[in-house]
């Protein structure tokens, strides 16, 4: 046991961050740093900046762009981008279907889908939540009927569909059959977001924000060729999909980040005749947090460094130990920063967050507009991806057997 | 970065399990806690045997001079099984003061012993006005020709009233609270002019008052350079913090599963408790508390030789803080997912319970660790 990173790991992380130095736009990391949201081409810029330098996919395997990294160097990497800060490369494209393609796709999915993933050429979002099933998301309605030999006909609704104003395609569970038992009549099916019959409508959430959506579908044609693996396995390539994000889903590098942003608005906000910063009590609540996410991220390095000898095809349950935790401490991190802004999370101006260069400065301090907006938008991390009540019922079967 | 155990520590785990298995059931610690001493004089010499009291100690002297690691095993398989003899007293603490600060004269005399089991050891530092302030000494020595004379009164002296000799700080310059000024002498504990109180500590461990009352010591007893002990306390009290943080994620982990079976077994409204959503959360919180202390036990143990102080210090306060919190919750939920079997002395869990209690007030409990992480501008740089 050697908790210490080697000297080709050190090495590693040296060029990551030289790297992340001299390729990263400025103006895409202030936005970062500010909490500003950032623009479609912000992250296209990025994921291209990633790709030519062949970093775009770096977990897939390498005849499809996948750097060959170790478990520790993968997190190595993704801890230095997220400090940057870097944006995170879209997530629903690299992480989510890119896999699935690649463990059950057919070879001329992958040929078609995966390099336009790599270079974010094709946007993805998810259709999975609908209205009604979110938890119980085996339940979902949204019907595909064969028609013919040619294509399927969906009709039905998702919601909660992140960035779906910019997809280009979106995958979705659909139910084939609706006389087999809820799980086993899901198919897995991808749909071009410019077919006939497909609605977006935006949804606005509590910090002003447009990240989510609903997607309807309106007899929609799809393909049979767009079928990802075998119809009615769907429900098995989504767990695998939302079981396979181990290295990332604690989101440490933008928690460690946000813990730097707090302490440095925290040292210029003054309470009374001193530095916010000085007061104990803020202090310590700042401390307990670093802990847990020290903690956190070598039980990240313990899962990434175990990674090899898993069976890759199979979910891990530690990721959702992964999840709560991580949802939990980047929700305490924007609950300080909220607190730290005092009275001025008050004042409600989101055309800050959205344009760099205003006539007139914010009403109080130029760091402050984000603050109130980010921790609101923050509570949805223990909700996306599988409610933290959820990950604890997977855990409490899948680890405890219960 | 490497997470495994070699072949040796693998073989170590192993045998320590075994021995405790064997040997430490529930009932038989309720037996060995009856013993004159409070605790087995028959198993320390067994880890004795099996080298765990000498794990540190270099070989000339007897012991096998391991990692940390090693004492992360054993602390941890301590821990599952309750151990009730005087590993961190002897081996840790006392070992470790002399590794550190002792000459070779007096090294090549104690450490043999304390690896070959034939010498118990206690450090008597904390007094009734320190709390968790390691630089807060009143204990007096002053030098009487060529000898010391020391004055003072020691609380909570882990295994105090067993050991037979003593390594005690005292205050040779300047005022309680100072840095500087601090000396340590080893005494032996039936030396004139000591007085012992011993007592129960309420995880059923031992612990004693000493009293040094005008106590002569020669200056070959002396540990180190007298006046600049501190840094040595300091770095032995962090490998104690890291041996405990060890010791109590073994007894968590042992809190848990006992849980998680007490979950599948016990029904009620004619089906297993377990199945109840409520309940399987709480054990999940548990779990997650479980994983958390043992990558800082695991990081602690890493740090144990690291030798810029503060670094080291910085992390083994933050594994005090999450072990703290950690032993907290699952203690607590423990007895409480139990029910009332938990709250009985014949049951195991409780014990657990006050062992993990019992852990978070030595060497600074989590709010002491988490105020001086926070004053030393916590573990994330500003810029």
């Known amino acids: 046991m050697d908790l210490r990173f080697t000297a080709e790991e050190i090495a590693f992380r040296d060029e990551v961050r030289s790297f992340l130095r001299t390729a990263l736009p400025d103006d895409i990391r202030r936005k970062l740093v500010e909490g500003r949201r950032l623009k479609k081409d912000d992250l296209v810029t990025w994921q291209r900046i990633l790709n030519g330098k062949g970093w775009a996919v770096p977990t897939w395997p390498a005849e499809w762009g996948g750097t060959g990294w170790t478990g520790v160097q993968q997190y190595i990497f993704l801890d230095e981008l997220l400090q940057a800060p870097a944006p995170q490369p879209l997530q629903f494209g690299v992480n989510m279907v890119g896999p699935v393609l690649i463990a059950f796709g057919t070879e001329a999915q992958k040929r078609r889908f995966l390099p336009r993933i790599a270079n974010l050429d094709d946007w993805w979002c998810q259709g999975f939540s609908e209205p009604g099933a979110g938890s119980d998301l085996a339940s979902l309605k949204t019907a595909a009927r064969r028609n013919g030999g040619n294509f399927y006909v969906v009709n039905g609704q998702k919601t909660w569909t992140t960035l779906a104003q910019y997809a280009d395609w979106i995958f979705c569970l659909v139910r084939t059959n609706p006389t087999a038992k809820k799980q086993e009549g899901i198919s897995f099916l991808l749909i071009d977001m410019k077919s006939p019959g497909v609605t977006v409508r935006p949804i606005e959430t509590i910090d002003g924000g447009h990240e989510v959506n609903e997607v309807f579908f309106d007899n929609v044609r799809v393909p049979l060729e767009n079928l990802v693996g075998q119809e009615n396995r769907g429900w098995d390539y989504a767990k695998f999909l939302l079981g396979n994000e181990r290295t990332g889903i604690a989101r440490i590098g933008i928690s460690k980040e946000r813990i730097r942003r707090l302490k440095q608005i925290a040292a210029l906000e003054r309470d009374g005749d001193r530095p916010l910063i000085e007061d104990e009590r803020f202090r310590s609540k700042i401390a307990a947090v670093e802990v847990e996410l020290r903690a956190l991220e070598m039980t990240q390095l313990r899962v990434a460094a175990a990674d090899r000898s898993r069976d890759a095809t199979l979910p891990d349950p530690a990721s959702s130990i992964l999840k709560i935790k991580g949802s939990e401490l980047q929700q305490a991190i924007s609950e300080l920063l909220l607190e730290a802004v005092g009275p001025f999370g008050l004042a409600y101006q989101p055309q800050y967050l959205e344009d760099e260069r205003l006539n007139e400065p914010p009403i109080g301090p130029d760091w402050g507009p984000p603050l109130a907006p980010g921790y609101f938008n923050m509570r949805k991390v223990s909700i996306y991806g599988g409610t933290n009540e959820i990950q604890k019922n997977i855990i409490a079967k899948s680890i405890l057997g219960l | ?383």
Not at chain 2, 146 to 173: C, E, P, Y
Not at chain 2, 266 to 275: A, E, K, L, T
Not at chain 2, 326 to 355: C, N, P
Request: proline share 3%; charged share 20%; with cysteine.
């Open chain 2, 1 to 383: 970065m490497d997470f495994e155990f070699t072949e040796e520590q693998r073989i170590l785990r192993e045998s320590v399990d075994r021995l405790l298995n064997d040997q430490y059931s529930f009932e038989a610690r309720r037996a060995y806690a009856k013993e004159p001493q409070g605790f087995s004089r028959e198993l320390w010499r067994h880890y004795a045997e099996m080298g765990l009291l000498g794990l540190r100690i270099a070989h000339h002297h007897g012991g096998s001079a391991t990692s940390p690691v090693e004492v992360m095993i054993t602390a941890e398989a301590f821990g599952r099984a309750l151990v009730l003899e005087p590993f961190v007293a002897t081996a840790v603490l006392g070992g470790g003061l002399l590794r550190y600060a002792g000459n070779p004269q007096q090294c090549d005399h104690w450490l043999p012993k304390i690896a070959d089991g034939t010498q118990i050891l206690a450090f008597a530092h904390a007094e009734r006005q320190s709390r968790y302030v390691l630089a807060d000494v009143a204990a007096t020595a002053r030098l009487d020709g060529s000898s010391w004379i020391i004055d003072g009164a020691k609380t909570l002296v882990l295994h105090g009233d067993s050991a037979d000799a003593v390594i005690t700080s005292a205050r040779i310059s300047g005022a309680p609270r100072d840095r500087d000024g601090i000396g340590l002498f080893l005494v032996d504990a039936k030396s004139p002019g000591i007085s012992r109180r011993g007592y129960p500590t309420i995880d059923g461990q031992r612990a004693a008052d000493i009293v040094f009352s005008a106590v002569k010591v020669a200056p070959e007893a002396v540990l180190g350079e007298p006046g600049k002990a501190l840094p040595t306390i300091e770095r032995v009290v962090d490998e104690a913090v890291a041996a405990l943080a060890a010791e109590a994620v073994g007894a968590m982990a042992a809190m848990h599963q006992l849980t998680v079976d007490y979950l599948k077994m016990r029904r009620q409204f004619g089906v297993p408790i377990g199945q109840f959503q409520s309940l399987q959360h709480k054990v999940v919180d548990m779990l997650i508390a479980l994983e958390q202390a043992r990558s800082m036990a695991m990081l602690a143990t890493m740090m144990v030789d690291e030798q810029d102080a503060d670094e080291r210090h910085r992390v083994m306060a933050a594994a005090k803080v999450q072990i703290g919190r950690s032993g907290r919750l699952i203690g607590q939920q423990a007895v409480q997912l139990h029910g009332g079997i938990g709250m009985t002395m014949e049951y195991k869990v409780g014990h657990y319970f006050k062992r993990v209690t019992a852990i978070d007030t030595l060497f600074g409990d989590a709010d002491h660790h988490l105020t001086a992480l926070a004053r030393g501008g916590g573990l994330i740089p500003a810029v």
